[in-house]
Every structure is written in C-alpha cells, then in structure tokens.
T-cell receptor, first 110, second 112 residues
Framework: KQEVTQIPAALSVPEGENLVLNCSFTDSAIYNLQWFRQDPGKGLTSLLLIQSSQREQTSGRLNASLDKSSGRSTLYIAASQPGDSATYLCAVNNNNDMRFGAGTRLTVKP | DAMVIQNPRYQVTQFGKPVTLSCSQTLNHNVMYWYQQKSSQAPKLLFHYYDKDFNNEADTPDNFQSRRPNTSFCFLDIRSPGLGDAAMYLC???????????FGDGTRLSIL
C-alpha cells in the first residue's frame, strides 16, 4: 500500500528566503505526482503536476522535481513571501488511487 | 470560470441523522472523487466515479454512500453520522487518471 511522507511537518522562514519541501513515497509505480496548497479551512489548490515520465515542472517561483526510482519529490519555493503561508500537500496518483501526505505547514514571516 | 462547487460550505447535523453533501462541476470531467480530511491530517480517498462506474475504497465505512446521477453532479450520503465523521469533505474532478485533480472548497461537517 502506498505511503506518502512529508518532511518537515512545519517550517517557519523569514520573507525572501528560498526553501525546499520534501515528499517521499514507498511505491514507485505512479502515474503522476501533484503538489497542492491548502489555506486554513479551504479546499486544495493545484500548484504543479509531474507525470511519471517527467523530472521537473516549473510555475513562476515554484519548481517541483520528481525522482521516481528513489521515491522522492521536492517543491522549491524561491524568494518566499508572506502570502505563501499555507499547508503544502503532495499526492501520488496510481490509476485514480490518490494518496496524500499529511502536509508541511509553512509560515513566512514579514 | 469552470469550477468544482460544493454545497453547503458548512453543514451541522445531529448524531445519527442522515446527511447529504453535494458537488457539481462545469469541467465536464469523467472522474469525480470524494475525500475525507480530518484536522491536520492528509485527505483520505473514500470513493470515486469514472463516468457511472463506482469505485469504493476497501476501508470506506458502509455508512458512506455516493450517487452520481449525471456527469455534473455527485452526492455523498452519510446514513447515520457518528461523532468520528466530523471532518472536511472534499470533492475533486479530473479528466482521467493521468490528469490533474481539481478540488472544490470543501464542506465542513459538524456532528452534534
């Protein structure tokens, strides 16, 4: 059974800092991996999707990488801003079976 | 804008009183999903529909049922809610397994 782990569980950084969030998974047989953002009491906003054949995806200040063989993905956030404060979740998908990590709660201090 | 809409945003029900949560989509996606998310935990997949084909997760309690009367709508029925069913319920859609999932804002369910 697929297990997804995110480290750290919480992270606090000063504004402007570059940071990396980590996601690991136990079964490399995946269709894709998706990173989401969740604000308190809200649903999930999709940030980036990486197909199993891809190594990375970029959107603005965000860059996500995927190393399927080692079961790892990272989300890199450049020049962090207070508005980036949220919980970031990664999820691995295998044929409509989507498994989430518990998330990393990010706080960016002004 | 095309989107996934969940109603209501907040639902309060009594212990044991049936409740229905609804989800609609304007994306015309084939797949609709229901997730349960408890406080500070990962969303947990309950079931999904691929068109009219229903797929239940093995550990989803029998207390939870779902209906998809057409492409646009999907409902989550909780037949006899217990205190442990208090959670955020998230609906998502995708075009197919390899495509990204799009989420609604969720319905927060409270049990009195």
């Amino acid at each position: 059974k697929q297990e997804v782990t995110q480290i750290p569980a919480a992270l606090s950084v000063p504004e402007g800092e570059n940071l990396v969030l980590n996601c690991s998974f136990t079964d490399s047989a995946i269709y894709n991996l998706q990173w989401f953002r969740q604000d308190p009491g809200k649903g999930l906003t999709s940030l980036l999707l990486i197909q199993s054949s891809q190594r990375e995806q970029t959107s603005g200040r965000l860059n996500a990488s995927l190393d399927k063989s080692s079961g790892r993905s990272t989300l890199y956030i450049a020049a962090s801003q207070p508005g980036d404060s949220a919980t970031y979740l990664c999820a691995v998908n295998n044929n409509n079976d989507m498994r989430f990590g518990a998330g990393t709660r990010l706080t960016v201090k002004p | 804008d095309a989107m996934v809409i969940q109603n209501p945003r907040y639902q309060v029900t009594q212990f044991g009183k049936p409740v229905t949560l609804s989800c609609s989509q304007t994306l015309n996606h084939n797949v609709m999903y229901w997730y349960q998310q408890k406080s500070s935990q990962a969303p947990k997949l309950l079931f999904h529909y691929y068109d009219k084909d229903f797929n239940n997760e093995a550990d989803t309690p029998d207390n939870f049922q779902s209906r998809r009367p057409n492409t646009s709508f999907c409902f989550l029925d909780i037949r006899s809610p217990g205190l442990g069913d208090a959670a955020m319920y998230l609906c998502a859609t995708s075009r197919d397994a390899a495509w990204p999932q799009h989420f609604g804002d969720g319905t927060r369910l409270s049990i009195l």
